[in-house]
């Protein structure tokens, strides 16, 4: 029998640092995290999702801090963390054919 995984200290959250459920109505109005996916520009739109099925592990170390950044900003806006990568990934072409065009 396999010995489950210790879990991480990014991804589990501190008493208080919790974000309010998207979309909720709270005493002080509408929610800080759908105020903030609102704001997302359209290119930020949530890619096609991929079949699980048809998805590869894809794996490599990142720092600590990278870690913990890229996995809340991906809990704030909705994001699974592969439709963040995804979603960054194709940025990050487009912004490199810009790039070279412009050259």
Known sequence: MRKPAPLAAGVLLKKGEAAPVFGSQGRDGP???SARVA???AE???PPRARTAELEP???KVPPQFNQEF???AFENGYKLNELLFAAFDAFKKARI???ANS
């Open 39 to 41: 704001s997302l520009p």
């Open 31 to 33: 929610s800080i995290a």
């Open 58 to 60: 894809l794996g490599f």
């Open 44 to 46: 930020a739109e949530t």
């Open 71 to 73: 996995r809340r900003f």
């Open 98 to 100: 810009m790039e070279s």
